[in-house]
């Protein structure tokens, strides 16, 4: 959101306002996303206008806006049929860090999820499964980055976030944290700083109450530690 050519905004809730409409069009007789091939002749086009017109209210006119929605990520296969021309990046971190995180924010409107350690690993399993689904039917729709690669190398992976989206490269997307906008979301206080590593394996200071969220997320943890 650094870019010129790109607008921050927020999480936002349009993509589910979609979801819930296709719903109640169906009038109870299939849901989505069963219902979605009602649109596949001549409706995803109208979708697409119908989201990009709902988030309007949220841009003020540069070209590219991001929405960082986390809960889009199952409707990826909604996403690429209805925007298609829309750049998709999964933000990956160490299974235990992310989970971390999530468990100690209080979230504005919840995630319920978030609350039990033990559903924590199951929903970030869950999220594992169903991203290997959308890399498998839609190589290259996808791009995955990783939090440690950011904070090890933040320029070449600028650059290959930029080369993603078909945007220049612009001295700016490296100085994030001078960015002059509102945040209102749970990394408002991290964006307004330099890159650092000291959250970096921050499980580890917490990994003595860990235990039912690393034993649940076993199959996933890297056997070497060096491989974050």
Known sequence: ??????????????????????????????????????????????????????????????????????????????????????????????????????????????????????ELGEYYLEYNRIMGHWHSVLPGRVLDVNYEDMVANQEDETKRILEYCELPFEQACLHFYETDRAINTASSEQVRQPIYAASLNAYKRFESDLGPLIEILAPLLPKNSKEY
């Open 1 to 118: 959101a650094s870019h010129s050519m790109v607008e921050g905004t927020f999480e936002l809730p349009d993509m589910a306002r979609i979801i819930r409409g296709i719903n109640e069009e169906s009038h109870g007789q299939e849901h989505y996303p069963e219902a979605i091939h009602r649109y596949l002749d001549s409706g995803l086009n109208e979708l697409g206008q119908h989201y990009l017109d709902s988030t309007r209210k949220h841009r003020s006119g540069a070209p590219r806006f991001t929405d960082k929605m986390p809960n889009n990520f199952p409707s990826i296969g909604l996403i690429h049929l209805i925007l298609p021309n829309a750049k998709i990046i999964n933000a990956k971190r160490h299974p235990l860090d992310s989970c971390m995180g999530t468990y100690k924010q209080l979230f504005y409107k919840g995630q319920a999820f978030s609350y039990d350690l033990l």
